[in-house]
Every structure is written in structure tokens, then in C-alpha cells.
């Protein structure tokens, strides 16, 4: 099993930054890969960002291109994204997700690649 465990969510002004973090524990063995998700009401659950162990290949959203950075830690089990330049429309719930299986640059996209999901932190976005 494997627990995470999201923080960094608030309210900012659009055009301001937060800094989301991810702290994974329990069985993180391998090479496993962390993404960044979002889900605003009435809205599927999106891809935002991900990045796999290497840390040699991340994805982002067309949308948040240029305006959020992804990163990890392995020595802490812990992922991290940088948002910058918010917008009204980046308001949602953010997930941390974390799948121990292979990922290629399609299906790290795609939630059915993750095992285990945090609990969410929610990041408000005023205009």
C-alpha cells in the first residue's frame, strides 16, 4: 500500500503562484511515476502534469504549459508543482496520483495507469 498525502492548496489572486506538494509512504519501491490531476465541480478529472522516477521525461496539459513546473524528490517520496501565472479556470480540487507500473507518453495521461490517489487539496483561483 502506498499513502499519499497532498498540501499546498489555497486561495490566490489570479496571477499569483502556489506551490503544491505530494509526500508519498508505505511501499514506494521501483520506478514508479507521480502526476498532478485536477477536478473542478461538474468536470471530469483531468491531467495536469507528470513526471516519471528519472525524472528525464515529464508531460504537462496544453493548458498549464509554460506557466507550471513539475518536480521530484525520490530521497523524499515527495513530487512537487509549481504554479505560476494562475487563472480563474486553474480553480479545482488538485490529486497527487501514483502508478508503480510502466508509463509511456500517452497513458501517463490517462487515471486508470495509477493505483493510488491522495486525498486532494483544493487551490481557488479569484479574479
Known amino acids: 500500500q502506498v499513502q499519499l498525502v497532498e498540501s499546498g492548496g489555497g486561495l490566490v489572486q489570479a496571477g499569483g503562484s502556489l506551490r503544491l506538494s505530494c509526500a508519498a509512504s508505505?511501499?514506494?519501491?521501483?520506478?514508479?511515476?507521480m502526476s498532478w490531476f485536477r477536478q473542478a465541480p461538474g468536470k471530469e478529472r483531468e491531467f495536469v502534469a507528470g513526471i516519471i522516477y528519472s525524472r528525464i521525461f515529464s508531460k504537462y496539459a496544453e493548458s498549464v504549459k509554460g506557466r507550471f513546473t513539475i518536480s521530484r524528490d525520490n530521497a523524499k517520496s515527495t513530487v512537487y508543482l509549481q504554479m505560476n501565472s494562475l487563472k480563474p479556470e486553474d480553480t479545482a480540487g488538485y490529486y497527487c496520483?501514483?502508478?508503480?507500473?510502466?508509463?509511456?507518453?500517452?497513458?501517463?495521461?490517462?487515471?486508470?495507469?495509477?493505483?493510488?490517489w491522495g486525498q486532494g487539496t483544493q487551490v481557488t483561483v479569484a479574479s
Open positions: 496520483a501514483y502508478s508503480p507500473r510502466p508509463v509511456t507518453e500517452v497513458s501517463i495521461t490517462t487515471t486508470s495507469v495509477y493505483s493510488y
Open positions: 508505505g511501499r514506494t519501491v521501483g520506478p514508479y511515476t
